[in-house]
T-cell receptor, first 114, second 109 residues
């Protein structure tokens, strides 16, 4: 099992609420990623980070924001949740060695916005 | 896009049978990876094959890569009910992986 954690695992929240999805890893990895995945579908990269104070937008446009103040922590925030944000959010990390692209995934947060 | 696409979308077999899943992609890659996802969980890395490799084994898994056809296959031998999951291929060139839509494998006891 990878040492990468996500909380909460499940979240049901009303429209307009601000939420933060937590992701932490204890492997000392520099690179971290957030993916969005609808049931039975592919993963879409929404944010990634090369290291502390680095954040980049991914391939799928997202209204969420991220921060990377500490190596081990990469939270994702939605300022005003909408039903269209209902999805599973997966956090991952990887080592910065160029020849190794293996990513380690957390268990995911299943978000439902009512 | 380097997106991999798996085939078939769904596969149902009996325990003990072999399962083969295929992945096709569009552009040059440095490596191709296979991941497993159990229902409602995160992904688990299974195997990475580099662009200069043709075949790789890991336990009951066998992966092949044909860069001339831009395709890869994942073979699971002697399948078990616990192998029931979705399997994704992911292609990578630098730091971002691009995942396909996955093959949903069901192994019936």
């Amino acid at each position: 099992e990878a040492d990468i954690y996500q909380t909460p695992r499940y979240l049901v929240i009303g429209t307009g609420k601000k939420i933060t999805l937590e992701c932490s890893q204890t492997m000392g990895h520099d690179k971290m990623y957030w993916y969005q995945q609808d049931p039975g579908m592919e993963l879409h990269l929404i944010h990634y980070s090369y290291g502390v104070n680095s954040t980049e937008k991914g391939d799928l446009s997202s209204e969420s924001t991220v921060s990377r103040i500490r190596t081990e922590h990469f939270p994702l925030t939605l300022e005003s949740a909408r039903p269209s944000h209902t999805s599973q959010y997966l956090c991952a990390s990887s080592e910065s060695e160029m020849l190794s692209y293996e990513q380690y995934f957390g268990p995911g947060t299943r978000l439902t916005v009512t | 896009s380097q997106q991999g696409e798996e085939d078939p979308q769904a596969l149902s077999i009996q325990e003990g049978e072999n399962a083969t899943m295929n992945c096709s992609y569009k552009t040059s890659i440095n490596n191709l990876q296979w991941y497993r996802q159990n229902s409602g969980r995160g992904l688990v890395h299974l195997i990475l094959i580099r662009s200069n490799e043709r075949e790789k084994h890991s336990g009951r898994l066998r992966v092949t890569l044909d860069t001339s056809k831009k395709s890869s296959s994942l073979l699971i031998t002697a399948s078990r009910a616990a192998d029931t999951a979705s399997y994704f291929c992911a292609t990578g060139g630098s730091e971002k992986l691009v995942f396909g839509k996955g093959t949903k494998l069901t192994v019936n006891p």
